[in-house]
């Protein structure tokens, strides 16, 4: 009996690795790999299902994220499903994995993976957890929440933190998608919760507190061996991180732009080359869209062949391929069954990555399910591929609702495979077990070519804190020959709180430019102690690498302003000051002295007068005027007051800037003082201006540019003048700047001049005016007071505004508005929503829909060329389905997402504004207002800020549209067609 048993399961081991030795035969057959190269299985189902990221411990273990909830809220029949960590282990050292087990279970969206001090940490919004085996069974039975406040959006594929990657900095680094959470760290109670609106997330894993710097990505990071990170979205495929943006941090008064820039040569459009047969949904679906019924680009008509559903970016950093391809970056292609390789070139301070494949893409199948979503650097020094082996891997919500009827959306659930790409001639190393490894052992592992055994014999040494590591770790970076593991050991010292002046002296003059930059980075905690450093930083303005030099223009900022340093940042303008990121690094730096700068500069006739000088001294002229410090300010002004006539242009714009970004009580002050002496520049400006202002013959550009230049004028002396801009004959954009620029004054008259003229008005000019009646609590009271006069009409104040004033920071006007306002009161929800049912019932009639739509909704909502796009955008709503819409526009506030929560802003002067948080940064956040209009404020000058709680769609439509219009609006919005939205 007991041969027969054996004979059974001898047999049964024999017909489960035929079929799997059949499958990866099918697999594989379906892929094309560039010459020189194969590709190879090493785990599938049913070892793992849905994978989407891995990570490998020090000992070679592969722990697989698993995310089976994909796409499972668009599933017709829903399954409760939830995710998971495998460890797959190769127990007879082949390179192939043969035992799972389920590490840790139970995970909501699990999303990233890092392994750490013999644990995980996990990604699974809302949290961040650590899970641990401390029994040795293989399974975690510790699961601790790290941070939390994690958002997963709604309806949305996209994990709201992914990418989990081990940095130079030891630290933890995450891309955050689109989340735009409040993160607090669960161990520091003490520590208020952070916006990570747009931003990377890096942690200390041993203090488990986290830190906000750039970011800007969807899903993916990718760390090279310098340290640099890209990102990428769905249809930007290669994005570099220009800069970090704690340097604007320390800066309060910079505006900078994004820092995440695409560098793939043709970006979205870069040309794909598909191997797989379209599917049949993604046809129809780009006919749908070139006929105009469903939204999305159509790309000129064609379904495929291009960006739009990249993911997974990353660096190959091993050393089992050639030497050409390290430092090659690769990006997933799912929706396109392919993997692309850019080759990354220099250009300015930045990159640009070229395609890297002429005529082909490096991996390409036939497989329609082969789905890349992420990559890995393996032990073994080959680059891993994670194949989720989805029938859909589109987010459904982006499948019209008629084709998504016909899809499968979880096909493939039970699938997953993780490949890797090795040489030709590539045999299978024995790994080693660096958990096992001594002190001394990690510390050679730094000279290691593959990039995953120097960052995990660093994370290893940054775990054990032995110190006895220290000197072996400064021989290596003072004499290693390989200049990155210099560059790594610094940090390494760093982690150990052991990098002393000497070592940092000697790599600031490395031969190596990069290691340069990132003695940099490490000095600039210690320039202030350090005379020797400071010094050395001083002497490197003539360094011979731009890459250095961008470096060094954030780090001196570090230093106390004095004049050696702003001498060494004039030089570093006139040298480099026309790149747009070197501008910005230099006035990162310069929250003190600015004006010493411009001064200095100023000095110099040709640098004046040469074009890139004079924007960038009007970039100083405008930061030293927002920094608001008398004496720089004044060096400004004397220098301006010493050019000549024949510049009168730039000197006129460089003292506009300087005055524009003063406080307006400062500029008052300001102008008072130096009355004066700025009357022959400003009295010139300003006659100017007025004459221009109202000149209805010349270019509508110069004639904006004029009324901007009257803001300057002491109300009463331009009263006249904009009183005629305001009249009818005016044309829109006329009215609408003169509005924008009485808003800038205090003058209790300009309330009165826009009321009387409020008759005149026509609707769209009504809802301007009343934004710049509301940015002040008196002219506010001047409003209200015309509308219980009945000189202005209760309904000239849209619902969203009536709702933001009842909750004013003035509680008297507030209460004024509540009580003009009273017999709005709103019903219960619930109560209108059922009332309002029977219109789902009703066939409505699109035209009259339509024009509902303009009456109601149009004043923050745009359609088909209607309206104004400050609300949510509608071309997608018909994916809602009737009943979802009609609880939307009813019951704005039983489901409110944060990006359509009304705030409000009060500033220093005075002015209050409210509307949406469009976008924020480190410094500065946009509001956009109900009339549409964005409005972006440094954060230094606002004095509170604070959320309604609720939608910024109001309640009580219901009051506008009885149930036989809801039928009419809603069929309208049924038949939307096409929009334009980039999706997977």
Known sequence: ?????????????????????????????????????RIELVASEPLLRDPVALAFDENGRMFVVEYPEYNQQFAKDKQPVTGSIRMLEDTDDDGRYDKSTVYVSDLAAPSAVACYNGGLFVAAAPDLLFCKDTNGDGKADTREVVFTGLRRLENRTDPSLNTLLWGLDNRFHACTSYSGAEVRAVKHPDERPRSIGNRGFLFD????????TSGGGQHGLAIDDWGQEFLCNNSSPVKMLMYDDRYLARNPYLKAPAPAVEITEGGKHTQLFRISPEEYWRQERTRLRNEGKFRGSNEGGKSSGFFTAATGVTIYRGDAWPAEYRGSVFVGEPANNLVFRGKLEPKGVGLVAKRADAGREFLASTDTSFRPVQFANGPDG??????????????????PPELLKKVNVTGGDRRGRIYRIVRDDFQQPKLPRLGEATTAELVKLLAHRNGWHRDTAARLLYERQDRSAVPALKRLAAEAEYPVTRMTALHVLDGLDALDEASLLRALKDNEPQVRVHALRLAEARV????????????????????????????????????????????????????????????????????????????????????????????????????????????????????????RQQQEAALLALLAAQPEKTRRAFLTSHQQTLKPILGRILEESRAEALNTKLPLKQRLT??????????????????????????????????????????????????????????????????????????????????????????????????????HPDKTLASRVSKLYADRALARRDEVVQQYQESLKRNGAVPQGKAVFKKVCSACHRLEGVGTAVGADLKAIRDRGKAGVLLHILDPNREVKPQYMSYTLVLES?????????????????????????????????????????????????????KAAMADLLSYLMSLQAGQETSR
Do not use: H
């Open 1 to 37: 009996m007991r041969s027969l048993c054996l004979s059974l399961l001898t047999g049964l081991i024999l017909l489960q690795n035929a079929v799997a030795d059949e499958k990866t035969t099918d697999a594989l057959s379906s892929f094309q790999v560039k010459p020189g190269f």
């Open 205 to 212: 894993p041993r203090t488990l507190r986290f830190d906000l």
């Open 382 to 399: 080959n680059l891993y591929v994670i194949d989720m082996n989805r029938d859909l891997i589109e987010g459904a919500m982006f499948l």
């Open 528 to 647: 202030k102690t350090s005379t020797a450093l400071r010094d050395r930083l001083l002497a490197m303005g003539d360094d011979p690498s731009l890459r250095v030099r961008y470096q060094l223009a954030f780090s001196l900022g570090e230093l106390v302003s004095s004049p050696e340093r702003n001498q060494v940042f004039a030089e570093l303008t006139v040298r480099d000051g026309s790149d747009q990121w070197m501008e910005l690094a230099l006035l990162s730096s310069l929250a003190k002295g600015a004006g010493s700068v411009f001064e200095a500069l100023a000095r110099q006739k040709d640098y004046r007068q040469w074009k890139q000088g004079a924007r960038f001294l009007i970039a100083l002229a405008r930061q030293t005027g927002a920094a608001g410090q008398q004496q720089e300010t004044e060096a400004v002004l004397k220098s301006l007051l010493a050019w000549s006539d024949t510049e």
């Open 706 to 807: 004029a009324i901007e230049r009257l803001g300057f004028a002491p109300f009463r002396e331009v009263q006249e003048v904009f009183s005629e801009l305001l009249e009818p004959q005016q044309v829109n954009p006329v009215q609408v700047s003169a509005m924008l620029t009485l808003s800038d004054f205090q003058d209790e008259q300009i309330a009165k001049l826009l009321i009387s003229r409020w008759a005149k008005m026509t609707p769209a000019l009504r809802t301007k005016a009343a934004e710049v009646l509301l940015s002040r609590a008196a002219w506010s009271g001047a409003l209200i007071d015309a509308i219980e006069a009945g000189t202005i009409g209760r309904g000239d104040l849209s619902p969203a505004r009536v709702e933001l004033l009842k909750q």
């Open 910 to 962: 005075g002015q209050v504004l409210s509307g949406m948080i469009a976008n924020e940064s480190v410094n500065s956040i946009t509001v956009r207002k109900p009339d549409g209009t964005e409005t972006t404020v440094l954060r230094i000058n606002i004095e509170e800020i604070r959320s309604s709680g609720l939608s910024f769609m109001p309640e009580g439509l219901e009051k506008q549209i009885d």
